[in-house]
């Protein structure tokens, strides 16, 4: 039955590109006689095949994360020690993921958007092929260093599809490609566990590395590079220019003197801090509260798992309100219903209050990142958007290393219940300071 889920899922994702390639081939003859928006961009075409294949991929994440700190058990590593080995191959991806980051960001602006989604994809299959077939913890630990160096596929995806649709299509577009990551990360744990339970833990790996590959190929034959200029703009003044080569020291002083990208920055940094804060304590704060740990895992995964359903169907309602009202006044909406329901998710009153609190909290945090996205889109010349796009990954992923942590000292110092009161502070601070920005810029 499971292998029939995850058959069904590739089957509908091969599907949804051959209904696209279906499209393409009918109109196709039509399109080519003139050098219209789809011709040269590839629309909403792309989107939906790059959404596809970003699903696919954050599936194959949420698969095998799970599994690291008892996969190191499999490979033999003492029980003792083994939270210190998954802090390591934790950490190490996200380290070396947040350093490459502008680089191959600022590689794609030179180079080609899909040329990196490309390199990306590939990489990372074969990555998760070789993690599979690793025999101690080092190994294991040099393989999670790959997937961070293979890191990029997601920054390369997020500027195509900015790039692929006009400005007032942006918004909307960013929200579908964050659907379709929401619902990889919900999809995700259930299925690895239900090919581990059949087949074992090392094919989820395996698993992992063909369903990447594919969703690569998808890219490779079906997604249109976009073009950053068309000859109508030309008509309007805007010549044909070539990116320009710049060093990592010039992208970041080309940041600086914008005060709002730099906010943008922190945003992402914070944001990212916020999430990775609750995820490693989210089991122990419900074993806390049910006064025994049985059971705790999986209660705790369901809670994440109906909060980013609910998450999942009010995306595009938030992207809707981003369009209409503007994209910092949706951000601080979002940050400020998320901290003052996180604040009331820092009283102990039960599971069932803990777990209706998170329907609202995935309803409302699910709306920070494509209006974040669209707000970077819209603040960033179209030829330095990968590079910009790069840094946002940067500041993500340092953010998934800060959070964690901090979130450990507190709950070991201080209290479980306060992680969640000092995250419901900082979003609701963010959320004052990006209402002061949507004056400036909405």
């Known amino acids: 039955m499971h292998t029939d889920l995850h058959g069904y899922c590739l089957g509908n994702f091969i599907e949804r590109v051959a209904f696209h390639m279906r499209l393409f081939f009918l109109y196709g003859g039509e399109v080519n006689m003139s050098t219209t928006e789809y011709d040269i961009r590839g629309g909403m075409r792309n989107v939906w095949i790059i959404t596809a294949s970003m699903t696919v991929l954050a599936i194959c994440y949420t698969m095998i994360i799970p599994f690291l700190p008892i996969y190191l058990l499999e490979l033999g590593v003492p029980k003792d020690d083994v939270a210190l080995w998954s802090g390591l191959v934790f950490g190490i991806t996200f380290l070396i993921a947040g350093i490459m980051a502008p680089i191959w960001g600022k590689i794609a602006d030179n180079k080609g958007k899909k040329r990196m989604a490309l ?30 160096f293979a890191n990029g596929f997601y920054p390369a995806a997020m500027t195509m599809v900015s790039l692929s649709v006009d400005e007032k299509q942006v918004g909307r577009a960013l929200g579908i490609f964050q659907t379709g990551l ?41 997604v249109k590079e976009p073009k950053l200029h068309t000859d109508e703009s030309n008509e309007e003044g805007k010549s044909k220019q070539p990116t320009k080569s710049t060093s990592l020291r010039e992208d970041f002083k080309a940041v600086q003197q914008q005060p709002v990208l730099v906010r943008l920055l922190w945003i992402f940094f914070f944001m990212q801090c916020a999430i990775m804060m609750l995820q490693p304590i989210l089991a122990l704060y419900v074993g806390d509260m049910q006064g025994t740990m049985e059971g705790a895992a999986i209660i705790s995964g369901t809670i994440l798992s109906i909060g980013g359903l609910a998450g999942s169907l009010t995306t595009n309602i938030w992207v809707r309100i981003g369009e209409r009202r503007g994209y910092f006044k949706t951000i601080s909406y979002c940050m400020l219903g998320s901290g003052v329901v996180l604040l009331l998710q820092s009283l102990p009153v039960g599971i069932w209050w803990f777990g209706v609190l998170q329907v609202l909290i995935g309803s409302c945090i699910v709306g920070i990142n494509p209006s974040l996205s669209a707000a970077v889109t819209l603040n960033t010349d179209p030829s330095f958007r990968g590079r910009m796009f790069g840094m946002t990954t940067t500041a993500q992923q340092f953010g998934s290393m800060v959070g964690p942590v901090f979130a450990s000292i507190v709950s070991t110092y201080i209290g479980i219940s306060y992680v969640f009161s000092i995250t419901g502070l900082l979003l609701l601070y963010m959320g004052f300071q990006a209402r002061k920005m949507s004056v400036q810029h909405d």
């Open 182 to 222: 929401i619902l990889g990360n919900v999809v995700g744990p259930f299925l690895g566990g239900a090919i581990e339970s059949i087949v074992g833990m090392r094919p989820v790996f395996y698993v992992s590395g063909v369903a990447v590959l594919i969703a690569t190929l998808a890219v490779l034959f079906f």
């Open 119 to 148: 390199r990306a994809g590939f990489a990372i299959a074969v990555s998760y092929v070789l993690i599979g077939m690793v025999n101690n913890e080092y190994e294991l630990l040099l393989g999670r260093a790959f997937v961070g």
